[in-house]
Nanobody, 119 residues
Framework: QVQLVESGGGLVQAGGSLRLSCVAS????????MRWYRQAPGKQRDLVAH???????NYVDSVKGRFIISRDNAKKMVYLQMNSLEPEDTAVYYC?????????????WGQGTQVTVSS
């Protein structure tokens, strides 16, 4: 019933930009922290950016100054603006959020969206 869906991935040249979006749907009463993770082939899934319900942001060191996480609670969405992209940013990007539905708080994951950065 409750789900997250990412969009906005694609192929971009090094130095370019992409904007990822994630929307929560279903019967949702509250939105807690929201996050972006990424997973490159053969590697673990790592946290990229985090934003609290109050808008406080944190980033992994490798994307600081290049990526911006934001949220729109009214739209139940979280975004990741990715600038100055590097080939090392190539990965499947996943949205993650703590959401309160009919059964209480739970963590949810999106299906992932592919980001490929060419050299």
């Amino acid at each position: 019933q409750v789900q997250l869906v990412e969009s906005g991935g694609g192929l971009v040249q090094a130095g370019g930009s992409l904007r990822l979006s994630c929307v929560a749907s279903g019967s949702i009463f509250s939105l807690g922290p929201m996050r972006w993770y990424r997973q490159a082939p053969g590697k673990q899934r790592d946290l990229v950016a985090h934003i609290t319900s109050g808008g406080v942001k944190n980033y992994v060191d490798s994307v600081k100054g290049r990526f911006i996480i934001s949220r729109d609670n009214a739209k139940k969405m979280v975004y990741l603006q990715m600038n100055s992209l590097e080939p090392e940013d190539t990965a499947v990007y996943y949205c993650n959020a703590d959401l309160r539905g009919a059964t209480g708080w739970a963590g949810y994951w999106g299906q992932g969206t592919q980001v490929t950065v060419s050299s």
